[in-house]
């Protein structure tokens, strides 16, 4: 499977802590993305990181590429409550037309 | 407001039943996607288009059909070849067929089997 993986599977922090996520994937890519999801909705488009990227930076989130690791990693500082969701990596793999989705990491922010 | 409706938000289907599940997007995309999630788990791909008139299969295609008269419009067949329909189907577009594109996504449709 192309799909890449989210680890942890389900994080759990206080109220102004940080919390990263991780995604792995298994071949080359064009691009990584991040989604957001809140629970029986549709996703929200975060931030796309290209394979000549290293690094990039939103708001309070960043996010990191290593292609040699074929990992990403979504750092969200300072997290609020209103983070509670779930997270998704999603890869365009080389030569492909499509997105493909990890398996998300549940992110619970108790206020 | 421009985006991505999605209808109905809920869904209920009898055995050997056919259901639609509509996609109406504003954004003037060329570019749509239906992609089932299961509980707890990613999304994968069931159908794209990439332009009027012409679609290809994503990876469980199987038991689903398409079509795209028009550019605003992408509905979804759940056939009664599809043994297992019970997901949250979601609907998606971008301006162009994606590389360097973001998704655009709708709320769902919650697919339920009588």
């Known amino acids: 499977s192309q799909q890449g993986e989210e680890d942890p599977q389900a994080l759990s922090i206080q109220e102004g802590e940080n919390a990263t996520m991780n995604c792995s994937y298994k071949?080359?890519?064009?691009?990584l993305q991040w989604y957001r999801q809140n629970s029986g909705r549709g996703l929200v488009h975060l931030i796309l990181?290209?394979?000549?990227?290293r690094e990039k930076h939103s708001g309070r989130l960043r996010v990191t590429l290593d292609t040699s690791k074929k990992s990403s990693s979504l750092l969200i500082t300072a997290s609020r409550a209103a983070d509670t969701a779930s997270y998704f990596c999603a890869t365009v793999t080389t030569g492909a037309n499509n997105l493909f989705f990890g398996t998300g990491t549940r992110l619970t922010v108790i206020p | 407001d421009g985006g991505i409706t999605q209808s109905p938000k809920y869904l209920f289907r009898k055995e050997g039943q056919n259901v639609t599940l509509s996609c109406e997007q504003n954004?003037?995309?060329?570019?749509m996607y239906w992609y089932r999630q299961d509980p707890g788990q990613g999304l994968r791909l069931i159908y794209y288009s990439q332009i009027v008139n012409d679609f290809q299969k994503g990876d469980i295609a199987e038991g689903y059909s398409v079509s795209r008269e028009k550019k605003e419009s992408f509905p979804l067949t759940v056939t009664s070849a599809q043994k297992n329909p019970t997901a949250f189907y979601l609907c998606?577009?971008?301006?162009?067929?994606?590389?360097?594109?973001?998704?655009?996504f709708g709320s769902g449709t919650q697919l339920s089997v009588l």
């Open positions: 071949t080359s890519i064009n691009n």
């Open positions: 954004l003037n995309h060329d570019a």
């Open positions: 990181i290209r394979s000549n990227e």
């Open positions: 998606a577009s971008s301006p162009r067929i994606v590389r360097d594109e973001k998704l655009f």
